[in-house]
Each structure stands twice: as structure tokens, then as C-alpha cells.
């Protein structure tokens, strides 16, 4: 994985979620990333969704997240693309505590959610 890649998914992760690990992972599935790397795009997959490890639901008729699982990894993937779309400008530049503003904002509160790891597929 490209240190610049993984630095911007670290920096973004301890702004909304201080203490939480960025773990790359390898799991089984498909994805249009197949045809991007083909064509020699490097492609990574990363989420900023956190479920119940005690209720997963993946792919079934009843597949579902928590409202605040959802609008926090909204703001994380938003935070992520604004920062890599950016060529050539530092992570440093980033005013502090901007993305954590934004979670606050659109959950209305902190997260204080133990078990939480941001994975990179």
C-alpha cells in the first residue's frame, strides 16, 4: 500500500476517531477495482462504516447500519476523498480538528464506541 495512501486514511481516522487503528485487511469479494487495477490504477478499498460485530447483516433484505454509523462514514470518506483529490498538498496543512467538527456536526455529538478498527480492503 502507498505510504501517502495509508498516511491520509491514519490522519483522517484520528480526527473523528482518536485511538482507533487503521488495519489493512485482505477479504474475499468482488469489486469494480478488479478492472481499475487491469489498467494499472492502484485501487484500495476503505471504510468508515462501524457495525454491531454482534448483528451483522451483509447483503441479506434486512441489511442495515445505525444512523450514526452512517453519517459518521459519510463525513469520514468525504474528509479522505477532499484530502487525496488535493495533489501535491501536505496532510499537515489541515486545520486541527477539522474532520472531528464535521462528525460532531452530523451526529450531533462525540462517538465514544469501543471495538472500532477503520480497515482498508
Same mark, same amino acid.
Not at 489493512?24 to 494499472?40: E, F, H, W
Not at 485501487?43 to 457495525?51: I, R, S
Not at 476523498?81 to 486545520?95: C, D, F, R, Y
Given at each position: 500500500m502507498r505510504p501517502d495512501v495509508l498516511n491520509t486514511i491514519s490522519h483522517v481516522t484520528s480526527q473523528l476517531w482518536p485511538g482507533v487503528p487503521v488495519v489493512?485487511? +485482505?477479504? +474475499? =469479494?468482488?469489486?469494480?477495482?478488479? *478492472?481499475?487495477?487491469? !489498467?494499472?490504477i492502484p485501487?484500495? =478499498? @476503505?471504510?468508515?462504516?462501524? +457495525?454491531d460485530r454482534n448483528d451483522l447483516r451483509f447483503h441479506g433484505r434486512d441489511e442495515?447500519?445505525? @444512523?450514526?454509523?452512517?453519517? #459518521?462514514g459519510q463525513t469520514f470518506l468525504y474528509e479522505? @476523498? /477532499?484530502?487525496?483529490? /488535493? !495533489?501535491? #498538498? *501536505?496532510?499537515?496543512?489541515?486545520?486541527?480538528g477539522s474532520s472531528?467538527?464535521?462528525? #460532531?456536526a452530523a451526529? =450531533?455529538?462525540t462517538s465514544e464506541r469501543a471495538h472500532k478498527i477503520v480497515q482498508i480492503l
Open positions: 489493512p485487511t +485482505m477479504v +474475499m =469479494g468482488a469489486t469494480d477495482g478488479k *478492472s481499475l487495477r487491469a !489498467a494499472g485501487t484500495y =478499498g @476503505v471504510q468508515g462504516f462501524f +457495525m442495515r447500519m445505525s @444512523v450514526q454509523s452512517f453519517y #459518521e479522505l @476523498v /477532499k484530502i487525496l483529490s /488535493k !495533489a501535491g #498538498e *501536505s496532510i499537515a496543512a489541515l486545520p486541527p472531528q467538527d464535521l462528525a #460532531e451526529v =450531533g455529538g
